[in-house]
């Protein structure tokens, strides 16, 4: 069984930053074959993709955070990372991490049913 639990969120002021972890409970050796990914969701929309890594390290990001976001996979094993800066506040979302195996023409789609395993998700405000 496959665990993701994600840390970091909080409430900032706009251009503010913070940085979003997420630890994925599964074998080490198969932590290597997961793409892996941050998923948003805003009150009354659809959840949405905003970045998400291939398991050979191929990085996408949503069009309205690239250059502001940036998606790494930790030293330490099983561990994810989301680094948000000049944050707005249209990036209130809960944001959820999520993995599975998956090839990379699919992972880089970063649509959120391609992907069975999710967290519990982690709160961002932003004001402004």
């Known amino acids: 069984q496959v665990q993701l639990v994600e840390s970091g969120g909080g409430s900032v002021e706009a251009g503010g930053s913070l940085r979003l972890s997420c630890t994925i409970s599964?074998?080490?050796?198969?932590?290597?074959?997961?793409?892996m990914g941050w998923f948003r969701q805003a009150p009354g929309k659809e959840r949405e993709g905003v970045a998400v890594?291939?398991?050979?390290?191929?990085?996408a990001y949503a069009e309205d955070v690239a250059g502001r976001f940036t998606v790494s996979k930790g030293n330490a094993k099983n561990s994810l990372f989301l680094q948000m800066t000049s944050l707005k506040p249209e990036d209130t979302a809960m944001y959820y991490c999520?993995?599975?195996?998956?090839?990379?023409?699919?992972?880089?789609?970063?649509?959120?049913?391609?992907?069975?395993?999710w967290g519990q998700g982690t709160q961002v405000t932003v004001s402004s």
């Open positions: 599964t074998y080490t050796y198969e932590y290597f074959d997961y793409c």
């Open positions: 999520a993995a599975d195996r998956l090839a990379s023409s699919v992972c880089l789609r970063m649509i959120p049913r391609d992907l069975d395993y």
């Open positions: 890594l291939t398991y050979n390290g191929r990085a």
